[in-house]
C-alpha cells in the first residue's frame, strides 16, 4: 500500500502563528490527497481534498481562509494553519488514496499534533 | 442524512473473541472499511467489503450485510496490542467516505 509521510509530527506554538503541515506520498504520484482533524476521544472529521493543480474542496463549516491548502506536486500537500489559536489545537492527519479505483483503502500520514498556547 | 453506528467502548479478555458491530445508513453504498486507530497514532487499514459475506484475514475477520446495513469486526485471540478504537467507514454513492465515530476496545489479562 501506499507510504505517507507527514511532518512536523508535534508543534508547539504561541497564538497568531501559522503553522505549515506538509503531507509526501512516497511511493506513487497522488493526485488527491486529505485533510482531517480529531479532537481527542472524537471521530476523524475530514477537512478538505486536496486535488493536485486546483483548488482544494472544503467540508462545510472549514474556513478556506484559515486553513490554506496547497497541492502543487504530485507527491506534496501542505495544511498550513493561519493565525491559529487555542481552538485550533488538534491531531490533524493527511492521507492518500492507494490507488484510482474504489476499492482502495486511505492510506495515512503519521499526523500532527498541534498544540496552540 | 449519514449515519454509521458504532458502539463507543467493549471490553474483553486477553485470548477470546470480540465482534464489533458496524450499522449505516448512507446514500448509496460503494463499500465499506475497517481501521485501528491506536492511542495517538494515525488509523491503519484492517479491512473492505464490498460484497456480502466474511473477509477472513489471520485473527481479524469482517463481514457486510448490504440489505441490513450491516458489518461486522471479528477479532480471535485477542492479544494486549489489539487494545485500540476500531473505526468503520463507508464510501457512498459520491465516493465519499462516511467515518464512524469509532470503537473504543479495552483488552484485559
Not at chain 1, 497522488?30 to 480529531?38: G, K, L, N, P, V
Request: glycine fraction near 8%.
Amino acid at each position: 500500500g501506499a507510504v505517507v509521510s507527514q511532518h512536523p509530527s508535534w508543534v508547539i506554538c504561541k497564538s497568531g502563528t501559522s503553522v505549515k503541515i506538509e503531507c509526501r506520498s512516497l511511493d506513487f504520484q497522488a493526485t488527491t490527497m486529505f485533510w482531517y482533524r480529531q479532537f481527542p476521544k472524537q471521530s476523524l472529521m475530514l477537512m478538505a481534498t486536496s486535488n493536485e493543480g486546483s483548488k482544494a474542496t472544503y467540508e462545510q463549516g472549514v474556513e478556506k481562509d484559515k486553513f490554506l491548502i496547497n497541492h502543487a506536486s504530485l507527491t506534496l500537500s501542505t495544511l498550513t494553519v493561519t493565525s491559529a489559536h487555542p481552538e485550533d489545537s488538534s491531531f490533524y492527519i493527511c492521507s492518500v488514496l492507494g490507488g484510482p479505483s474504489g476499492n482502495q483503502p486511505q492510506h495515512f500520514g503519521d499526523g500532527t499534533r498541534l498544540s496552540i498556547l | 442524512g449519514q449515519n454509521i453506528d458504532q458502539p463507543t467502548e467493549m471490553t474483553a479478555t486477553e485470548g477470546a473473541i470480540v465482534q464489533i458491530n458496524c450499522t449505516y445508513q448512507t446514500s448509496g453504498f460503494n463499500g465499506l472499511f475497517w481501521y485501528q486507530q491506536h492511542a495517538g497514532e494515525a488509523p491503519t487499514f484492517l479491512s473492505y467489503n464490498v460484497l456480502d459475506g466474511l473477509e477472513e484475514k489471520g485473527r481479524f475477520s469482517s463481514f457486510l450485510s448490504r440489505s441490513k446495513g450491516y458489518s461486522y469486526l471479528l477479532l480471535k485471540e485477542l492479544q494486549m496490542k489489539d487494545s485500540a478504537s476500531y473505526l468503520c467507514a463507508v464510501k457512498d454513492s459520491n465516493y465519499q467516505l462516511i467515518w464512524g465515530a469509532g470503537t473504543k476496545l479495552i483488552i484485559k489479562p
